[in-house]
């Protein structure tokens, strides 16, 4: 390791990292040290971001310090788990203080709002490519998962659907409006933590919309042994999207955009509306039902059926 890797993460990480759940060992050692309550199981998710592929050359550094810590929370969001540990992997093609200041201000803020402690990680040279590895807890025996969907649950879910695609299509545009709504979805989505708390052992299965519904819903009846309709009219869609969707022509388009991180989840109906006013505040809509035969299914307000598992692919993209 050279003197000015050292530098860098004393400089911009080490000395900022402190909020939330302290190891015994944390950065400066070869390893972390954890100590995991004994009341407590740990869930653990890494994602990978990698420029010009997961976010636009030249994005603005403290919003994509935001965004790629978010989207690692968002997978501990969709387990039920409470933020605790992360360690954090950047490729740099060179030392600029300037991007890493506004970075590193991007990325603790939100480690902050969640109490997550940065523990380690490492820096290098190449293209620029950052990788979260992220940790959470949660009580014993107590976890979402994609598997468990039961036939006759609801589907739900929260927010709003196709505003970050609607986004990243306005950021390839260029320019960049603070008021663009659609954009600042695509630039600094919102992890819903507490949401995945409080589905916790009332949700049958659960995930976080990051390659599109279409595909992450099919991870739910795969996982599930299920198949599903959903229908289209009850998607919640903006304005905008609505929109968009009568200027490309394609009414399943925001199916497979990406980067929404919201939480797609199902549970029977009772125990639905035995919690439907502790999750009035994350905007929950409920969309289809579980069925017995196999596949997704998409059913128009004309009666007319698609079948539809596209999602965002990083190995088969058109």
């Given at each position: 390791?050279?003197?000015?890797?050292?530098?860098?993460?004393?400089?911009?990480?080490?000395?900022?990292?402190?909020?939330?759940?302290?190891?015994?060992?944390?950065?400066?050692?070869?390893?972390?040290?954890?100590?995991?309550?004994?009341?407590?199981?740990?869930?653990?998710?890494?994602?990978?971001?990698?420029?010009?592929?997961?976010?636009?050359?030249?994005?603005?550094?403290?919003?994509?310090?935001?965004?790629?810590?978010?989207?690692?929370?968002?997978?501990?969001?969709?387990?039920?788990?409470?933020?605790?540990?992360?360690?954090?992997?950047?490729?740099?093609?060179?030392?600029?203080?300037?991007?890493?200041?506004?970075?590193?201000?991007?990325?603790?803020?939100?480690?902050?709002?969640?109490?997550?402690?940065?523990?380690?990680?490492?820096?290098?040279?190449?293209?620029?490519?950052?990788?979260?590895?992220?940790?959470?807890?949660?009580?014993?025996?107590?976890?979402?998962?994609?598997?468990?969907?039961?036939?006759?649950?609801?589907?739900?879910?929260?927010?709003?659907?196709?505003?970050?695609?609607?986004?990243?299509?306005?950021?390839?545009?260029?320019?960049?409006?603070?008021?663009?709504?659609?954009?600042?979805?695509?630039?600094?989505?919102?992890?819903?933590?507490?949401?995945?708390?409080?589905?916790?052992?009332?949700?049958?299965?659960?995930?976080?919309?990051?390659?599109?519904?279409?595909?992450?819903?099919?991870?739910?009846?795969?996982?599930?042994?299920?198949?599903?309709?959903?229908?289209?009219?009850?998607?919640?869609?903006?304005?905008?999207?609505?929109?968009n969707i009568e200027e490309v022509?394609?009414?399943?388009?925001?199916?497979?955009?990406?980067?929404?991180?919201?939480?797609?989840?199902?549970?029977?109906?009772?125990?639905?509306?035995?919690?439907?006013?502790?999750?009035?505040?994350?905007?929950?809509?409920?969309?289809?039902?579980?069925?017995?035969?196999?596949?997704l299914r998409i059913k128009m307000?004309?009666?007319?059926?698609?079948?539809?598992?596209?999602?965002?692919?990083?190995?088969?993209?058109?």
């Open positions: 390791m050279s003197l000015s890797e050292f530098s860098i993460i004393e400089e911009f990480f080490t000395s900022k990292s402190n909020a939330g759940l302290c190891p015994i060992v944390g950065i400066g050692d070869d390893c972390a040290v954890l100590d995991v309550p004994a009341d407590k199981q740990l869930a653990v998710s890494t994602d990978t971001l990698v420029e010009g592929v997961h976010f636009l050359p030249k994005s603005d550094p403290e919003l994509l310090g935001h965004k790629v810590l978010a989207v690692n929370l968002s997978d501990l969001a969709a387990m039920g788990a409470t933020p605790a540990w992360a360690s954090l992997a950047i490729t740099l093609p060179s030392i600029d203080k300037a991007w890493l200041s506004l970075f590193s201000k991007g990325f603790f803020s939100l480690a902050k709002r969640h109490s997550l402690q940065l523990i380690g990680g490492d820096t290098t040279r190449g293209p620029l490519s950052i990788t979260v590895n992220i940790m959470g807890l949660l009580p014993k025996h107590q976890r979402l998962t994609r598997a468990g969907a039961q036939l006759g649950d609801g589907i739900y879910v929260s927010g709003f659907i196709g505003n970050a695609g609607l986004g990243l299509k306005n950021a390839r545009a260029g320019g960049f409006d603070a008021r663009d709504k659609d954009l600042l979805s695509y630039l600094k989505p919102n992890p819903k933590i507490t949401l995945g708390q409080a589905l916790l052992n009332v949700a049958s299965s659960c995930i976080d919309i990051s390659d599109g519904l279409s595909a992450d819903l099919n991870h739910i009846l795969k996982a599930s042994g299920v198949g599903a309709t959903v229908w289209h009219e009850e998607l919640p869609l903006t304005h905008s999207v609505r929109q022509g394609d009414v399943l388009w925001p199916y497979s955009t990406g980067d929404d991180y919201e939480l797609c989840f199902t549970m029977p109906d009772a125990a639905y509306k035995g919690i439907q006013e502790k999750l009035a505040p994350y905007q929950i809509s409920k969309i289809g039902v579980i069925e017995r035969q196999k596949g307000a004309t009666g007319e059926v698609a079948t539809l598992n596209k999602g965002y692919d990083h190995f088969n993209v058109e």
